[in-house]
């Protein structure tokens, strides 16, 4: 399941990867703009950063960056390293597994079902990278005009 | 019946043997196969020209199959052609010679069956051209061969066996012998110097000292693509992989369990990563991750540790800061990691096996070297090995991907990373036969 984290931390990357070459985002900003709470986002962008996905500068004219160019960050990197491993239900997992209490692991079809719907998953977000979902949801023949700060 | 197309394939080694395999397995009969390779036997290449017995595989026999649908196939030949005893288990280690010989004895076979489709010649390609046709090769002697593709399976090129890098060491020499390195490599000269007869010390050294772990025959955990954390920075990979270890080691009492795991999934991890993790990968990363994934055979880690506590083979993390790789006495100085004293060691001879670096430029001898130097080839960013694109085709120096020359094997290194083991090649051969049919067909049609 996706949770709170992982829809944020997607939101975040995509104001990210909205940025010109260089610069650089304010958390608060971040939030701001789309609807976040910023100490959990604060968080978040902390793990990024630990993964290598997002870059931080301290001081004044710091912020967060991208750590590599949008078309190279699938969104399965990022839901992978702020949900864990993907997964439709806790038990459809090999390694953060956590089983059902009130069923059979070897013989749940449930389960065998769902570890099948995970690689599907895993199979869309690795496909799709950080430019892509940026673009998604853009009106067609328009591009979204950028407002100076 | 339409018009035939040619593949040529440089190279008759493992890799080159396997392509063969892969094409005449796939491709229609108007596709031809035409191999060169310089030596006189086949299927062998660099590792499994040796032949002698100490050499082992350092896998079980049924990864090793020419077949990716029939994994047994390398087995049951095994024992019809009685090279293992009658009621061995599969759980052995044989000889590398045989992996050679059954690759040679397949090549045989199809050969036969091909009906004239797959032909082999011994030359030396010296360069290849690419025309508004195809692409021709030029032989060392003087001869020309068209074709309408073709595949660069060199190898390792001009690195020489284990047995010959050690002729003109004499064995009754009592001063040691040093080996730079402390790999797999290192244990194939180490292991040729006794067969010679050589009874002195034996040092390695390498920057860290480590030695390849033995094999246990535990069963990897079992990971899907969803587990794996692609396309993050090292620090954030290695912590996850030692976690994982440390849960394998829980859960089956073996690491291995974890580092096997997530072999299926090297070659895509590696291109997820950016460049600069890949460079921090190879400069830090990499000797561990060789030592856990690239293991010997159990028996030849036992006298290793036997020989270690001897005291008659000794492995030391230093850095070298003097030392001239060749045969004869000479004094080498090297200083021991995290020590600032320089040591000095008189030795009779210094074998380099360090594998890996590779200065493409300053080789230029080498038909890749030629390939490079004329622009028609470039090394891929790391510097180790020939920059290809993920479909295997060869990118000149201006970057453009060719539509007729591709590479395969450890010369493809830069992009797919682990592509020296059987059963990488052989799926990169499987892939790529099925694309340059394609490509082929529809050419001619």
Known sequence: ?149 | MSATRTVLIVGGGASGTLMALQLLAQAPAEIRITLVERNDDLGRGLAYATADEAHLLNVMPKSLSAFPDDPEHFWRWLQRTARVPVGTGPAVFVARHHFGDYLAAMLAEARSASHGRLSVLQGEVTTLLETDAGIEARLSSGASVPAHAAILATGHDDDCPADEAIRGIPPDTTQPILILGSGLSMIDRWLSLRGAGFRGRIVAMSRRGLLPQPHTGTAPIRLDAADIPFGTGLPYFAHWLRGMAKDAAAETGDWRAATDAIRPFSQRLWQSWSEATRRRFLRHARPWWDVHRHRLAPAVHARLMAERSAETVAVIAAKLTAAEPGIGPQTIRYRRRGSAVVETLEVAAVLDCRGLARDWEARPGTLVGTLIAEGRGRPDPLRIGLDVSENCEVIDSDGRVSPRLCAIGPLTRGTFFEIEAVPDIRAQCTSLAAALCRRLLQRAA
């Not at chain 1, 209490?101 to 769902?114: K, Y």
């Open chain 1, 1 to 149: 399941m996706l949770t709170n984290k992982g829809k944020y931390g997607l939101k975040a990357m995509v104001h990210l990867a909205a940025l010109q070459p260089g610069e650089l985002a304010l958390v608060n900003d971040i939030a701001l703009a789309n609807n976040l709470p910023k100490k959990f986002l604060d968080a978040i962008l902390g793990e990024l950063r630990n993964a290598g996905l997002v870059v931080s500068r301290k001081g004044k004219g710091g912020g967060y960056r991208l750590a590599r160019p949008p078309k190279e960050i699938t969104v399965g990197a990022i839901v992978r390293v702020l949900d864990g491993p993907l997964a439709p239900i806790p038990c459809a997992s090999r390694t953060r597994y956590r089983p059902c209490e009130d069923c059979d692991v070897e013989t749940c079809q449930v389960r065998h079902m769902m570890l099948d719907v995970r690689e599907a998953i895993a199979a869309v977000l690795d496909q799709r990278n950080l430019a892509e979902l940026r673009d998604l949801g853009a009106i067609e023949g328009f591009s979204e005009i950028r407002l100076p700060a």
